[in-house]
């Protein structure tokens, strides 16, 4: 079974700048997460897609962050401009829906200078 | 407000001891508890996992014990190896509806010496 895809791996951006990150589930995980980790901290959870319906939302920075899941498989999350805090790694993740324990793929790492 | 603390940055243990890694946690609601393992450059990797409703739970080299009293758990490894050095998270969930969210703690690197 393949993992879950992410690209790019690295991005390196000037504050204000905008940048996209993409991610593939695995085939036929309905659940997908961005997750945001920042150095020292563990991921913190910044949306969760239900197929191609927003489940939870509620620590997304709505004013600068967006994510989509038009097709209910692969999704973007955007960062519209970007901040010298949101240098970090964006772990996108899918599981079944009810399963326990989430697969992970290996993240994006920003760079925000 | 840190739901889930995971109070050493860091533990080195020698081969074949046994390595302790513990969490604590503050909401009495969580009723799944998990542990994730991460090397360098790659995602965390699902380890092994416990209900609430359960005190120990045991995979291999892996036990995860839970003390719902204490807000407390821990994770046993038997007997460690140099391959199980990498960054250790805890993370608790509110399980069941449509929205599994897991709250992380901050890691616990773990080295094992040859």
């Known amino acids: 079974e393949a993992g879950v895809a992410q690209s790019p791996r690295y991005k390196i951006i000037e504050k204000r700048q905008s940048v996209a990150f993409w991610c593939n589930p695995i085939?036929?995980?309905?659940?997908l997460y961005w997750y945001q980790q920042i150095l020292g901290q563990g991921p913190k959870l910044l949306i969760q897609?239900?197929?191609?319906?927003?489940?939870?939302d509620s620590q997304l920075p709505k004013d600068r962050f967006s994510a989509e899941r038009l097709k209910g498989v692969d999704s973007t999350l955007k960062i519209q401009p970007a901040k010298l805090e949101d240098s970090a790694v964006y772990l996108c993740?899918?599981?079944?829906?009810?399963?326990?324990?989430?697969?992970f793929g290996s993240g994006t790492r920003l760079t925000v200078v | 407000d840190q739901q889930v603390k995971q109070n050493s940055p860091s533990l080195s243990v020698q081969e074949g001891r046994i390595s302790i890694l513990n969490c604590d946690y503050t909401?009495?609601?969580?009723?799944?508890f998990l542990w994730y393992k991460k090397y360098p450059a790659e995602g965390p990797t699902f380890l092994i996992s416990i209900s609430s409703i359960k005190d120990k739970n045991e995979d291999g080299r892996f036990t995860v014990f839970l003390n719902k009293s204490a807000k407390h758990l821990s994770l046993h490894i038997v007997p460690s190896q140099p391959g199980d050095s990498a960054v250790y998270f805890c993370?608790?969930?509110?399980?069941?509806?449509?929205?599994?969210?897991?709250?992380f703690g901050t890691g616990t690197l773990l080295a094992v010496q040859p």
């Open positions: 085939s036929g995980h309905a659940t």
């Open positions: 993740a899918s599981s079944k829906g009810s399963d326990y324990g989430y697969t």
């Open positions: 909401n009495s609601m969580f009723d799944y």
């Open positions: 897609f239900q197929n191609n319906g927003v489940v939870d």
């Open positions: 993370a608790a969930s509110l399980w069941g509806g449509a929205t599994n969210k897991l709250i």
